[in-house]
């Protein structure tokens, strides 16, 4: 399996075990936390740029907005907003170090049993865009039961720590053309219940934003906002097999004697015998309440298999309770949040093994040297992303390239070119006002 590009570690945790390598002294350690300090508050005053350019562009199609629309756009505005918000959103995604789920991931996903033995169908014909992305992939093993809790197996498969879902619905001309009126299944909060129509997160022409956590693999599918469940065959088959039992004893223990008589009659009827049948008022209300035994069982056996089915969406909305981590606009704060988080820990790495190292290092030293320390100090491994950690150096201007080597500058130096930097992010000008 591929390293994770994902450093598990908070920024402030990370920025104490880089202390604790004794690598700094008493003075250097407090000049650290202070540099460390500035870089933070540089990268959030960037990413709070990112989310109100985010939510702007997002809000002509945030179905869950409460806002009135002062300004009627136009169909460009529109699509310029929608492809300003897809490439933001993308730009997030990457920083946050998540990576796309390919499509034969998806497929894979969509054709492996669900591990909550419920099956579930996908209606792809409501969507004009499906992207997932997810974060932390690795292996996982589960003791499931089997025939009633008489079998157990260990299974091994795929889970993600996170999956966000970006989906686009079509647009309402479609819908309007189909007429279709489809049981929609959405375990968050304002969700349709089971039965329900079309939950608003799913209106035409909408865009759906959501995140998940602790998905395996092969229940992707359950994170559709239009995912109907579905009988498995061997529900079906216990349903049927009981229905037949139960049936037949009906017809031997209550139609009996019914049966024998309306087989004379009909028979008479269609002309197959010249027997007249004379129904007594007894044979008669026999015939009525086996008729009405009859109907007993066929609704008794309906419901079994009604009640088995919201079983199942209750197990699905229990599972999708727990995972759902947040919705639509809520989304961008929890992804900019990580995205910043990411981008801290990686610019932190970076500057402090150049600094300790004391001597210019190429970026394949320096991204080996990284990912090495984390193995050795952490037992873990890490695809660390060193062109992004250095671009961002660079961009500070606290590291320097020179015939591909870098060097970063001494901290007090950096210090004093991250707060000049500061400064003049405010730096407005006064003018007068014209009267």
């Not at 759902?324 to 809520?330: A, I």
């Not at 320390?373 to 961009?395: G, H, M």
């Amino acid at each position: 399996m591929n390293k994770d590009r994902f450093i598990p570690l908070r920024k402030t945790d990370l920025i104490q075990s880089c202390i604790e390598d004794r690598q700094l002294s008493c003075e250097q350690q407090n000049e650290f936390r202070t540099l460390c300090h500035l870089i933070v508050s540089t990268l959030h005053f960037e990413y709070h740029q990112v989310l109100e350019e985010l939510k702007d562009s997002y809000a002509p199609f945030d179905p869950n907005a409460d806002t009135l629309t002062v300004t009627k756009l136009t169909a460009d505005v529109l699509q310029r907003k929608q492809a300003n918000f897809t490439a933001r959103f993308t730009q997030v995604l990457n920083a946050a170090n998540f990576e796309k789920v390919t499509d034969q991931d998806l497929q894979e996903a969509l054709q492996e049993e669900s591990l909550f033995k419920v099956r579930l169908a996908v209606d792809f014909d409501d969507f004009e865009d499906v992207v997932f992305y997810r974060r932390g992939e690795y292996q996982q093993t589960e003791t499931i039961s089997k025939f009633w809790g008489l079998h157990k197996q260990k299974i091994t498969f795929t889970n993600y720590d996170k999956v966000a879902v970006y989906i686009k619905f079509k647009e309402a001309s479609y819908f309007n053309q189909h007429k279709k009126v489809t049981t929609k299944l959405e375990a968050q909060p304002g969700g349709s219940q089971p039965g329900g129509s079309q939950p608003d997160s799913s209106q035409p022409g909408s865009t759906v934003i959501k995140l998940f956590q602790n998905v395996p693999k092969a229940d992707l599918e359950m994170l559709f906002p239009n995912s109907q469940v579905r009988m498995r065959t061997i529900d079906k088959a216990i349903i049927g097999g009981s229905a037949l039992v139960g049936g037949a004893v009906v017809l031997v223990t209550k139609l009996g004697a019914s049966l024998i008589v309306l087989a004379g009659l009909l028979s008479y009827w269609f002309g197959l015998s010249h027997k007249e049948v004379t129904i007594t008022t007894q044979e008669l209300l026999a015939l009525g309440v086996g008729t009405g035994v009859l109907g007993g069982f066929i609704f008794k056996e309906w419901s079994k298999f009604k009640n088995r089915k919201l079983r199942f969406m209750k197990a699905l909305a229990d599972n999708l309770y727990f995972k759902n981590l947040d919705n639509n606009s809520g989304v961008f704060h929890h992804l900019i949040d990580s995205a910043e988080e990411e981008e801290c820990k990686e610019a932190i790495l970076a500057y402090y093994f150049l600094v300790v190292q004391g001597a210019p290092m190429s970026s394949e030293e320096l991204d080996k040297k990284i990912e090495q320390w984390f193995e050795d100090k952490f037992e873990f491994q890490i695809d660390f992303e060193i062109a992004d950690a250095l671009s961002k150096l660079e961009r500070f201007g606290i590291v320097t390239l020179n015939a591909g080597q870098y060097t970063a500058l001494p901290m007090r130096a950096a210090q004093a070119q991250l707060d000049a930097q500061w400064d003049g992010i405010f730096n407005v000008v006064n003018t007068p006002i014209q009267a």
